[in-house]
């Protein structure tokens, strides 16, 4: 079992930048494939990043966001530059067993969630 906890969400200017944290209960933080989703209202959740032995990006943030881990804090980072206002969605952190497995990030399921962070872009 896996608690995660998601912190940095809030109301940026686009153009603006926010830093985005999941603080991950558990001994084997390093053995967990990490990744962020965000959901808009009235949207389906969608992929944003995702980290195993790479990194992965959906094609709307690539270039902007950026994902990294310290397994020591237990802690998954997402690095938001130049956001839009089509950023504007509650992003959720989420963890699976197994950076050994040959499925990417994009594509696998995820078992464990956070409650998500709001994050609102202004124009």
């Known amino acids: 079992q896996v608690q995660l906890v998601e912190s940095g969400g809030g109301l940026v200017q686009a153009g603006g930048s926010l830093r985005l944290s999941c603080a991950a209960s558990g001994r084997t933080f390093s053995s967990y494939v990490m990744g962020w989703f965000r959901q808009a209202p009235g949207k389906e959740r969608e992929f944003v990043a995702g980290m195993s032995g790479s990194t992965y990006y959906a094609d709307s943030v690539k270039g902007r966001f950026t994902i990294s881990r310290d397994n020591a804090k237990n802690t998954v980072y997402l690095q938001m530059n130049s956001l839009k206002p089509e950023d504007t969605a509650t992003y959720y952190c989420?963890?699976?067993?197994?950076?050994?497995?040959?499925?990417?990030?994009?594509?696998?399921?995820?078992?464990?969630w956070g409650q998500g962070t709001q994050v609102t872009v202004s124009s």
């Open positions: 989420a963890a699976v067993r197994g950076r050994s497995s040959p499925i990417p990030p994009p594509l696998r399921t995820y078992d464990y």
